[in-house]
Nanobody, 126 residues
Framework: VQLQASGGGLVQAGGSLRLSCAFS????????VGWFRQAPGKERESVTA????????YYADSVKGRFTISRDNAKNTVYLQMNSLKPEDTAVYYC????????????????????WGQGTQVTVSS
């Protein structure tokens, strides 16, 4: 499995970005996907996750109402729409995947993920 994250950049506070995570190497629709982020000097944290069908999602409290995760199984891609961005959202964002066919709930926690993308930098200026 290979994951390619893209879409990061520099944006002003209040702005929006859409991250993409392109999946290849296996049947994408069998995999749950999560987005994580790591800011300088901080531990990696879970941001959001989506189950294999796209029917169940999880959001960290810090991003609820501002971020939306979605997936397009026809395009083997997961998206993270980030609105109302804040300086504290500044971090390297990583997507990760794990086999989770028939699992109803999204997979939460980085230790549960087997495959990781390379990360994309998101910088929010104040």
């Amino acid at each position: 499995v290979q994951l390619q994250a893209s879409g990061g950049g520099l944006v002003q506070a209040g702005g929006s970005l859409r991250l993409s995570c392109a999946f290849s190497g296996r049947t994408f629709s069998n995999y749950a996907v999560g987005w994580f982020r790591q800011a300088p000097g901080k531990e990696r944290e879970s941001v959001t996750a989506i189950n294999w069908t796209g029917g169940s999602t999880y959001y960290a409290d810090s991003v609820k109402g501002r971020f939306t995760i979605s997936r397009d199984n026809a395009k083997n891609t997961v998206y993270l729409q980030m609105n109302s961005l804040k300086p504290e959202d500044t971090a390297v964002y990583y997507c990760a995947a794990t086999y989770a066919k028939y699992r109803g709930a999204p997979v939460i926690g980085d230790s549960a993920y087997n495959y990781w993308g390379q990360g994309t930098q998101v910088t929010v200026s104040s």
